[in-house]
């Protein structure tokens, strides 16, 4: 998956130490040969098909850019690299929001984090998700983990959790605009398509998933529930079920999320402008419209490899580039390029770039 896939993450107890689930088993829990062996059959199930998924995503690719004409493709590629720094500072931009969202979601609190541990650990958090199979999951628990000494692991934990509310929600902010401007696009161009409707959906979906994450976390007692089933755990679990309930404002983290997308809906413009496409809020609208329909349905595909090209390839007449399917295809493309360029950068910072630790940042 990559930073807009919309299954939110499983939220994870992690102590400032270490990852709590390592080695810690309630007698209760304790698997039997059979269940082991069940268990067994089932990861391998999920690799396969996942690998199934990833190599179904790779044949789409070949697919769309072999009926856009290869040659095309790779020209429109080419003729796109002067604009590339432009729509990897706007990829940062759109990563940012999420550091900055998180940090409104914690509170006060979040003073003491310093700002090399914010910026280290959302570009780390950024690597995992757009280059991982375990996508913004993964990704979240990086973060949670750089941020857990200085917050605790549960609450690191819990305001992760809070986060992909907002970032759920944010993304239906921004599916409404871009719904109304394809229909609007349609009824200039006099045509027809389910593109609009699929990006309404797209909001609903993920309206009802940010909703329910926050009217789960307010009522439920997930942590409760693993500490009963973890000794170890118990009063983390307690701490996760508290900081989910902490009355820290959601509107500013909401706000954030917005801009996010906005930045992101800019940058789709300005990739538009790169394959030959025209500048203007509509068309920028429409093509983060597209944008958003390929990832929600992409979600299952590691990295949507794959589903993005093709979601661009089927709406091309959309963006009026009904004529020339390889500037189409060369959007996705392009932001998948510059999502890995700005991913390159988050792996070299997690590699070289040693964040203080509580002590030393003191």
Known sequence: MTRDASLPSVPVLLPASRHPMKGLEAPESRMTTDDAKQTDRWAWAKRAARLALFAFGLAAIVYVVNDAGPAHVWATLVGAGVFVPLIVLLEGAFMSMDVLSLRSLIGAPARDVPLSVWVRSGLMAYAIMVLFPGGRAAGEVVRATQLAPYTGGAKAAAYGTRLQAATMLGNTIISVPAALACFWAQAQAGTSSALPWLVLGNGLVTAAIGGGILFVSRRSKVGGWIGQKFSA????????????????????????????????????????????????????????????????????????????????????????LSADPAAAVGIALIARFCQYILAGIGLVAGAVWRAPTPASAS
């Open 233 to 320: 755990l118990a009063s983390h679990g307690a701490s996760f079920d508290e900081a989910l309930r902490d009355e820290t404002p959601f509107a500013p983290a909401l706000l954030f999320s917005a801009l996010g997308r906005a930045c992101q809906t800019l940058q789709y413009g300005i990739i538009l402008v790169a394959v030959g496409g025209s500048l203007g809020l509509v068309s920028a609208l429409v093509s983060q419209g597209i944008h958003l329909v390929g990832a929600g349905a992409g979600d299952l595909v590691p990295n949507q490899a794959g589903i993005t090209e093709g979601a661009y390839w089927m709406f091309a007449e959309a963006l009026g």
